[in-house]
């Protein structure tokens, strides 16, 4: 069994910056991809950012480019999402994910963007983020 469990969430005002962190644990194999989601109230779940198992392959959702960095330290089993000049509609619960499809097996047809292709899931973490 997989556990994923978030933290570094918080309330922060606009233009601030937060760190969120994803501690991995339970499986040893390290050849696993990372994504982050963020749910607004009343909003669909919402793709924020990817990274691949060995940290050379990111991919970000468009409202968070430029702003956001995804970055993992395989030593610790830890992802890390760097949210940087942050604004009000950031405000979400910060979700992590890991998605165990070996890289050989994947349709070459997914973007890694969308929540089915992940395997497993954290608690989420709320970010608030003041005018």
């Known amino acids: 069994q997989v556990q994923l469990v978030e933290s570094g969430g918080g309330l922060v005002q606009a233009g601030g910056s937060l760190r969120l962190s994803c501690a991995v644990s339970g499986r040893t194999s390290r050849n696993y991809a990372m994504g982050w989601f963020r749910q607004a109230p009343g909003k669909d779940r919402e793709f924020v950012a990817r990274i691949n198992w060995n940290g050379a392959m990111m991919t970000y959702g468009d409202s968070v480019k430029g702003r956001f960095t995804i970055s993992r330290d395989n030593t610790k089993n830890t992802v890390y999402l760097q949210m940087n000049i942050l604004k009000p509609e950031d405000t979400a619960v910060y979700y992590c994910?890991?998605?165990?499809?070996?890289?050989?097996?994947?349709?070459?047809?997914?973007?890694?963007?969308?929540?089915?292709?992940?395997?497993?899931w954290g608690q989420g973490t709320q970010v608030t983020v003041s005018e």
């Open positions: 994910a890991a998605d165990y499809t070996p890289p050989g097996a994947r349709d070459p047809q997914q973007t890694g963007t969308q929540e089915y292709e992940y395997d497993y």
